[in-house]
Structures are given as C-alpha cells and as structure tokens.
Nanobody, 123 residues
Framework: VPLVQSGGGSAQPGGSLRLSCAAS????????IGWWRQVPGQKREGISC????????VYLDSMKGRITVSRDKAENLVYLQMNSLKPADTAAYYC?????????????????WGQGTQVTVSS
C-alpha cells in the first residue's frame, strides 16, 4: 500500500485532530499531496493541496483557517492538522499523492491514495 494513513478518531466540537499520511516505497519529497473527505452517500470533496515546494492551498471554504498541512521529510509523511472541529467535519478523510510540482485539485490526477481514516466529531 503506497500511502498509509493514521490518526483520526473521535473529537468533541472545538477539538483538534491530526491525521498523518506516510509513504511506503517512495519519497514524498517530490510529490504533491492532496487531502479529501467523504461522507457516505455524498460526493468526495477536496480540502487542500500541498505542492512539492510546500505551497499550501486550502480550497474547501468550510475548513479555511482551521487546518494546516505540513511535510515531515525525515519521516516521509505529511500531516493534516485540523482545529476547531465541527460535527459537519465528520467524514472519512483521504490523502493522495501525485508526482509533480504544482497545486492540483482534480482527484483524478492523483497516483496514489491512502486507505482513509474516519473522523467523528460529536459531543
């Protein structure tokens, strides 16, 4: 499995969670990393994209100002830090990687996907 996700779980409204996305067998240094989420029965929606120069675009309006994405080159993984969580953030979250340089928001452009991790926000 090229990308392995961890983290997630349950949080109360207003809380924080950090998801990680680790690569197996290749270096993430030269990859663009995207994050998506999906609620059962709904379309997958894109959250953010990190270019290989670590330029970050957060394009899901509801998460702007509440997330950060960072790359740990030593550990070969990428983190999605989510703060001020809301019940509406409840979803399965996915990371994806594509070889390239620039921001890309089309999920069909990504080469590898993580297995997904569930985030549940409730009181």
């Amino acid at each position: 499995v090229p990308l392995v996700q961890s983290g997630g779980g349950s949080a109360q409204p207003g809380g924080s969670l950090r998801l990680s996305c680790a690569a197996s067998g290749f270096s993430l240094d030269n990859y663009v990393i995207g994050w998506w989420r999906q609620v059962p029965g709904q379309k997958r929606e894109g959250i953010s994209c990190l270019s290989n120069s670590d330029e970050l675009l957060v394009y899901l309006d509801s998460m702007k100002g509440r997330i950060t994405v960072s790359r740990d080159k030593a550990e070969n993984l990428v983190y999605l830090q989510m703060n001020s969580l809301k019940p509406a953030d409840t979803a399965a979250y996915y990371c994806a990687a594509r070889s390239g340089y620039s921001i890309e928001t089309r999920d069909t452009s990504y080469d590898y996907w993580g297995q997904g991790t569930q985030v549940t926000v409730s009181s």
